[in-house]
Nanobody, 124 residues
Framework: QVRLVESGGGLVQAGDSLRLSCEAS????????MGWLRQPPGKGREFVAS????????YYSDSVKGRFTISRDNAKNTMYLQMNNLKPEDTATYYC?????????????????WGQGTQVTVSS
């Protein structure tokens, strides 16, 4: 059974930090890859970051590289997204997602399952 539950969103000011968490079922957590997607208001879902289960390799979109860090605690089946120096354009609903089939995980459409999302709002 797929289980992805996000938490940690909120309303912050530009320059602040937030850490999102994603609790997953053990089977889902050990998918090919897990990642974070986001959907800004009025826009489509976009890729933010991902981490590969086999070796922990991480990938980031250019818009968050250097500011966001994806990590995972394998003992807790939990993935995190540390977001620093937040900008108003980071405002979006953030989704935890899993890629369960072999293949790439660098675009929003690469992921097979995702959670309900958590809202992040950054004011200027």
């Amino acid at each position: 059974q797929v289980r992805l539950v996000e938490s940690g969103g909120g309303l912050v000011q530009a320059g602040d930090s937030l850490r999102l968490s994603c609790e997953a079922s053990e089977r889902t957590f050990r998918s090919i890859a897990m990642g974070w997607l986001r959907q800004p208001p009025g826009k489509g879902r976009e890729f933010v970051a991902s981490t590969r289960w086999s070796d922990g390799t991480t990938y980031y979109s250019d818009s968050v590289k250097g500011r966001f860090t994806i990590s995972r605690d394998n003992a807790k089946n939990t993935m995190y997204l540390q977001m620093n120096n937040l900008k108003p354009e980071d405002t979006a609903t953030y989704y935890c997602a899993a890629r369960t089939r072999p293949g790439p995980h660098l675009n929003a459409n690469d992921f097979d399952d995702w959670g309900q999302g958590t809202q992040v709002t950054v004011s200027s």
